[in-house]
């Protein structure tokens, strides 16, 4: 697998912290708030049906080894920081929400709304993390069409779960979080 990356080394590094991404992501599938209410409407489903379909997609395009970068090494080592980044984001956003984390769309009957840390600028920065993450290990494969498909198809799925998401806590919060939308960015400081 080293000939499809610039190196040996970054090949293991992707290698190891890909293992530790889905190894993280079955535990946030898994973990679940007691006494809340599901409000999930099969999002779940579709994120996982389209991590699947990335994923897929992603081993099959890297499968072709497209070598056609010069600079293979630079969008390699680019995507693994990427990557990096991205998982950093998305553990300290579950960190920080505690037990109000679920892997579903959930709301607990004591439900906190948490606009600290870096909730206080993002609404959704687990996802904003999920985007990273997903850009970079299609940049890590060097593969351009590998970033548009991955983009587009999670950014959508996380754009949908949003939906539903924030439809909740505007239901269990009204006004206060309205309030909080708009103060904050949903995905991207500056740009969404």
């Given at each position: 697998?080293?000939?499809?990356?610039?190196?040996?080394?970054?090949?293991?590094?992707?290698?190891?912290?890909?293992?530790?991404?889905?190894?993280?992501?079955?535990?946030?599938?898994?973990?679940?708030?007691k006494?809340?209410?599901?409000?999930?409407?099969?999002?779940v489903?579709?994120?996982?049906?389209?991590?699947?379909?990335?994923?897929?997609?992603?081993?099959?395009?890297?499968?072709?080894?497209?070598?056609?970068?010069?600079?293979?090494?630079i969008?390699?080592?680019?995507?693994?920081?990427?990557?990096?980044?991205?998982?950093?984001l998305?553990?300290?956003?579950?960190?920080?929400?505690?037990?109000?984390?679920?892997?579903?769309?959930?709301?607990?009957?004591?439900?906190?709304?948490?606009?600290r840390?870096?909730?206080?600028?993002?609404?959704?920065?687990?996802?904003?993390?999920?985007?990273?993450?997903?850009?970079?290990?299609?940049?890590?494969?060097?593969?351009?069409?590998?970033?548009?498909?991955?983009?587009?198809?999670?950014?959508?799925?996380?754009?949908?779960?949003?939906?539903?998401?924030?439809?909740?806590?505007?239901?269990?919060?009204?006004?206060?979080?309205?309030?909080?939308?708009k103060?904050?960015?949903?995905?991207?400081p500056?740009?969404?």
């Amino acid at each position: 697998m080293s000939n499809l990356f610039s190196s040996a080394v970054s090949a293991n590094v992707f290698i190891l912290l890909f293992g530790i991404l889905i190894a993280s992501e079955i535990w946030v599938l898994v973990k679940s708030g007691k006494n809340a209410k599901n409000v999930d409407n099969g999002s779940v489903v579709v994120l996982n049906v389209c991590f699947v379909a990335v994923l897929s997609i992603d081993y099959a395009l890297l499968l072709q080894d497209a070598d056609h970068l010069q600079f293979k090494w630079i969008f390699t080592w680019a995507g693994i920081a990427i990557l990096l980044i991205g998982m950093i984001l998305r553990w300290g956003s579950i960190w920080f929400l505690g037990r109000y984390f679920t892997g579903r769309v959930q709301i607990q009957d004591d439900h906190e709304l948490i606009s600290r840390g870096i909730y206080r600028w993002v609404r959704h920065p687990s996802y904003t993390g999920g985007i990273l993450i997903f850009m970079g290990i299609a940049m890590s494969i060097n593969n351009w069409l590998a970033l548009i498909v991955n983009v587009l198809l999670i950014a959508g799925a996380y754009l949908y779960r949003i939906r539903i998401e924030e439809r909740a806590l505007m239901n269990y919060f009204g006004e206060a979080y309205k309030d909080y939308m708009k103060r904050t960015w949903k995905l991207f400081p500056y740009l969404l």
